[in-house]
């Protein structure tokens, strides 16, 4: 069996007194793709902030490939929701991705290696072409994948992609979900999405965060666990665009 990546054990988490986490006990094994659904404000970003050491813990203990979060920060990779870019500012494909690398250089310029890192990791997300063009030049699909090639660009173990979909069209999701699930034959990848009738089809396991989590070793997102997760009936249906419905609740 597979040795747990990241280990989480009795974590509570509070915004200025208000509970936003309570509880929430995990064990994810190598190389699984798990998604993250629950609604909006229901601790899903919260909870990969937790899991980078970029927020700490009320209490609780959480363990990344058997170290605090900081301790291996260097072996995540990272693409936060709703990247910003001044689109005044003239950034080429190839900086964006190089921004990956700054964390290895605190005291010092890049290095050839690093270019050749960057390279690499667009050239792995079939966008090393674009290396020279103005990132605001590039579609929303073709954006996405120049931020993941930044967070692959120190060759991560584990990757979170924090709602990567969120300002893309159908066929790019797609595109894009085949491209992680091609990933994850050699990462441990955690994806935040509203898109589960999409996603069934690529992940191993689901985590259904609503100020607790419940998660499920199993690859489909079935409608028990979109009620679980959304705490509220809900009814999946897809004819042509997939999609999801949430009742009133009280709704009988």
């Not at 073709?142 to 120190?154: G, H, N, P, S, Y």
């Not at 699930?181 to 509203?194: A, D, G, P, Q, Y």
């Not at 989590?213 to 997102?221: F, G, M, S, T």
């Amino acid at each position: 069996m597979t040795n747990p990546i990241i280990e989480v054990s009795h974590l509570y988490f509070s915004y200025n007194g208000a509970p936003v986490l309570s509880d929430v006990s995990l064990s994810i094994r190598e190389k699984e793709f798990v998604a993250f659904i629950g609604p909006n404000g229901g601790g899903k970003t919260t909870l990969i902030k937790l899991l980078l050491g970029i927020l700490k813990p009320d209490c609780g203990t959480i363990k990344i490939m058997g170290q605090p979060p900081a301790k291996v920060a260097h072996r995540i990779g990272y693409v936060p929701q709703d990247v910003s870019i001044n689109k005044s500012f003239p950034i080429s494909v190839m900086d964006v991705v190089l921004m990956g690398r700054l964390q290895f250089h605190r005291w010092s310029r890049l290095s050839k290696k690093d270019g050749i890192a960057a390279k690499n990791a667009l050239e792995s997300l079939e966008m090393l072409k674009f290396q020279n063009r103005k990132i605001d030049d590039l579609s929303g699909g073709q954006r996405e994948r120049v931020f993941i090639a930044r967070a692959l660009a120190t060759d991560p173990d584990i990757l979170f992609l924090d709602e990567p979909t969120a300002n893309i069209d159908s066929q790019g999701r797609t595109d894009l979900y085949l491209l992680l699930k091609e990933l994850n034959k050699t990462k441990t990848i955690f994806v935040v999405s509203h898109d589960t009738m999409v996603l069934s089809s690529y992940v191993t396991s689901v985590a259904c965060v609503n100020k607790d989590v419940h998660y499920h070793d199993a690859a489909e997102i079935t409608e028990e666990m979109m009620d679980m997760g959304y705490h509220c009936p809900v009814e999946i249906i897809a004819h042509g665009i997939p999609h999801r419905i949430l009742k009133t609740h009280g709704d009988k």
